[in-house]
């Protein structure tokens, strides 16, 4: 009986929450109905089309008073004034008057047009339902745009963001107008970004704007919405196997004009699987699986007169504190414990006394910091590691190299920024200034085995010399913008533009000019260009996406140039009809000063086979010797140049939140990265030449839709070994506690007759770098969203599968050594198949 109660109560509260109502009606020219019309809610994430007869019906609107706008190409635009009420359907008949297309001004519901006069190239505009429903995107942002034309994935298991042939490193990431180091969470596999309180997604893969700078590929900009006016509180929650999603919102509680909005996830994989991994002694009791939560928050006072205050908010926290258990049935042993930690607060004072200007004053506090414990016992790399699955832990001493470090990184930022746009006669003029206040504190210690450094040193896929590295640095960054977007002519737009940057750190100043245009042969092509310089600055704080640990010290970095790109990007865009579109896009990018590691003169160490001895041994090669080769440092220098180009074409039926059945998009990415070093080419490891990306959505029924996307790509390049040879170390054999002495290494344990104990092989990779190529990468994933209507409530319940038909994807190849002197490998893959079950309410 109190169940009963307690039901009937839960039902009661839960209608009594849902505050909605419905509206519908039908489109029409007076006489004949009008198909697939762009029914939108203002200010809100609600719309649909219209159906092949008119019809239309939006379910679920939160009680108030709403402006709803009914847009199509060829016809006049309409915007009515309707209230919602309580449990009620409003039913809202429109007639609209057919006009000559002009794309510029119709606003297509889950897209967004361009107007003629926007001169940006490789602009692509995400609407974060995107990011909510694309099939094994885990309902990530970035994980959604790694399925764009000239996006890319280095892995299954990285958020990251390859653009064009450029490391992530030269990524620019912004949200709410102010900088992140750190956009990612759970150490990369998930963005910062939630697409339930995003607004607005724009990435410039190439020729961006003079208002961004310090970085040589894209921009991500990002803007956090701000919460519903309509009513006092609303929200929603999304729920699957692994994380959960809490948004909440409403008016100013203050009494003033205005919202509020809080957002918060967590993984809990610490909560579910962890119990089960550790009741099969898998990892030590005290084991922390890895996790994070984070809290983001958005207050808007305003509009008073023009005037408009807006405060963000977010607090965020990674962490893992893993220690391998004694029934493992895998030969290493780690213990890991880290947290990294990202927190961010700014306030913006918005001011436009008219629709003419607007000027932007953004003051914001910014910091990335974190420490890190790393302990193991790996198994030597050479061997092969499936022969030792079963072993006992115990008996594996002989075989194991130790690898362990510590460190702390702290990455500080005080900024203001001061942007302003004015639009007076045939000009739109943009201008800017700001500064940057760093403070970035790191200290790494390293405890390599001497094998491990001798293997390290030997292997080109190792991008980073690992030795102990301290600093703090103090430097600021400053920075001035002016552009000018003017009409020349009904339908060309030109838009010159020069950007300043004063690094600190170099202590020198650069001055980058660019330029762009779009010309529009009619209302529904146009042409666009862009030809711009491009700088970017060294720091620790570009570390987490470098991937190469550099001594920054000032004695090295005052001798540095910043790094230099000039890009080159041409594109055409045509609206075939309403809903589809086609975009073709051709770039060049020419880089010059890159950064790579300084490489003095070193000691290499040799031996050769002797003839007739027996390899296995040490007494079947000479003596180690001593030759003059090149050692790599930590010290940055400008020693290398590249260049990406490329074409592109994305076909696109842009209508993701109509009543049509069928949306989604095509493309194809031709592309070719290369760099420069030492007179030497070789690709960049992230260069793909040949790029699909395939993503359906089709509506079923009114309650269920499937979405499919398949994505192919030719294999990264990799570094092919050439073949085998003696590992040697260095030893005390003066007993002076001095590594001085080159000898084979051999393993203990192993002793012939004559008391020679076998020979340790390393992979000989020669003057190999990337030689060679993965397969091909490919990989399917379908979602099924069911729509539901309980107690009033709007829900989603879904079922997503990545990796349908199971590929096996390759992330890297492990070589070993057999006891026959035979140089195999064995791959590690990506993700297998993997389904996820999740709901989503909104109340």
Do not use: C
């Amino acid at each position: 009986m109190k169940l009963k109660l307690f039901l009937l109560a839960f039902i009661i509260s839960g209608i009594s929450i849902a505050q909605t109502g419905s509206l519908k009606g039908r489109v029409t020219d007076g006489i004949s109905p009008i198909p697939f019309v762009n029914v939108i809610i203002l200010n809100t994430g609600y719309g649909v089309g219209s159906d092949t007869n008119g019809y239309y019906a939006i379910r679920g609107i939160p009680t108030g008073e709403y402006n709803v706008r009914f847009t199509a190409v060829g016809w006049e635009s309409q915007t009515f004034d309707i209230p919602i009420v309580t449990d009620r359907t409003m039913e809202l008949n429109v007639v609209l008057t057919e006009k000559a297309i002009e794309v510029g001004t119709v606003e297509v519901t889950g897209s967004y047009i361009q107007d003629k006069r926007d001169t940006r190239t490789s602009l692509i505009d995400l609407n974060p339902r995107s990011a909510k429903i694309l099939p094994g995107a885990g309902e990530d942002v970035f994980r959604t745009l790694q399925s764009l034309p000239g996006v890319l994935a280095p892995n299954d298991f990285s958020s990251q963001l390859i653009i064009r042939g450029s490391g992530p490193d030269q990524n620019l990431i912004i949200i709410d107008d102010i900088e992140v180091f750190n956009p990612y969470r759970l150490y990369g596999v998930v963005s910062m970004f939630n697409p339930d309180a995003v607004a607005d997604v724009n990435l410039v893969t190439g020729g961006f704007p003079a208002k961004y700078g310090d970085r040589l590929s894209a921009v991500l900009d990002v803007t956090n919405r701000e919460g519903i006016t309509s009513r006092g509180f609303g929200g929603s929650l999304n729920a699957s196997i692994v994380s959960a999603n809490l948004v909440l919102e409403g008016r100013n509680p203050f009494g003033l004009r205005g919202s509020w909005l809080f957002n918060s996830r967590r993984t809990y994989y610490d909560l579910i699987i962890e119990p089960f991994v550790k009741s099969a002694g898998l990892v030590d009791e005290n084991t922390t699986f890895p996790n994070f939560y984070d809290f983001q928050g958005k207050l808007v006072i305003g509009p008073y007169a023009g005037h408009k205050i807006l405060l963000s908010a977010i607090i965020s926290r990674d962490g893992v504190d893993v220690v391998s258990g004694e029934q493992r049935n895998t030969p290493d042993s780690i213990g890991v414990f880290n947290v990294t930690r990202n927190d961010l607060a700014g306030i913006s004072w918005h001011y436009s006394p008219n629709k003419n200007f607007l000027n932007k004053f953004v003051v914001s506090y910014y910091k990335n910091n974190g420490t890190t414990d790393f302990d193991s016992k790996i198994l030597d790399p050479s061997l092969n590691r499936s022969s030792f699955e079963d072993s006992i832990p115990d008996t594996l001493a002989p075989y194991l190299l130790a690898l362990s470090f510590d460190a702390t990184f702290s990455y500080s930022k005080y900024s203001v920024d001061d942007k302003i746009s004015y639009l007076v006669g045939d000009h739109i003029i943009d201008a800017g200034v700001g500064a940057d206040f760093m403070e970035t504190v790191i200290n790494f210690n390293f405890d390599l085995d001497p094998q491990l450094e001798a293997i390290f040193a030997a292997n080109p896929q190792f991008r980073s010399v690992l030795t102990d590295l301290k600093d703090v640095k103090f430097y600021n960054k400053y920075r001035a913008y002016l552009q000018d977007n003017y009409k020349v002519t009904e339908n060309f737009f030109l838009q010159p533009s020069l950007r300043f940057d004063y690094y600190d750190i170099l202590d020198k100043a650069y001055f980058a000019p660019r330029l762009s245009f779009s010309y529009a042969f009619d209302d529904i092509t146009t042409l666009r260009a862009t030809w711009g310089i491009y700088y970017q600055s060294p720091g620790y704080e570009k570390l987490r996406d470098q991937g190469i640990l550099y001594d920054l010290a000032d004695e090295f970095t005052t001798l540095l140039n910043a790094e230099k790109a000039v890009h080159y990007v041409a594109g055409i865009e045509r609206w075939l009809s309403s809903e589809w579109n086609i975009r073709l896009e051709g770039y060049y990018k020419d880089f010059t000063d890159l950064y790579i590691p300084n490489v003095v003169v070193g000691n290499l160490f040799v031996t050769e086979e002797i003839p007739g001895k027996n390899p296995k041994y040490p007494s079947g090669w000479t003596l180690p010797a001593v030759l003059q080769e090149d050692s790599t440092t930590q010290i940055p220098i400008n020693g290398s140049n590249g260049e990406a180009y490329g074409f592109e074409i994305l076909l696109a039926k842009r209508n993701v939140l109509n009543n049509s059945r069928l949306s989604g998009w095509i493309s194809y990415a031709l592309a070719f990265a290369n760099r420069y070093e030492n007179g030497v080419k070789f690709p960049f490891r992230f260069d793909q030449r040949n790029t699909v990306n395939v993503v359906l959505e089709y509506r079923i029924n009114n309650w269920l839709e499937i979405g499919v996307r398949w994505q192919y790509g030719s294999g990264f390049p990799i570094s092919e070994p050439l073949g085998i040879k003696p590992r040697i170390v260095l030893e005390d054999r003066n007993l002076d506690g001095i590594l001085e002495t080159p000898v084979i290494a051999t393993r203990i344990g192993t002793a012939n007759a004559n008391g020679e104990e076998e020979v340790i092989y390393d992979i000989d990779y020669g003057n190999r770098k990337l030689n060679g190529r993965k397969p091909e990468y490919h990989r399917l994933d379908i979602r099924l969203n069911a729509f539901a209507d309980y107690w009033g409530l709007d829900w989603v319940f879904y079922l997503d599968v990545i990796n349908v038909y199971n590929r096996s994807n390759i992330l890297n190849y492990d070589y070993f050594v057999t006891q026959n002197l035979v140089l195999e490998r064995e791959p590690t893959t990506m993700f297998p198949i993997l389904p996820t079950l999740g709901f989503s309410v909104r109340f």
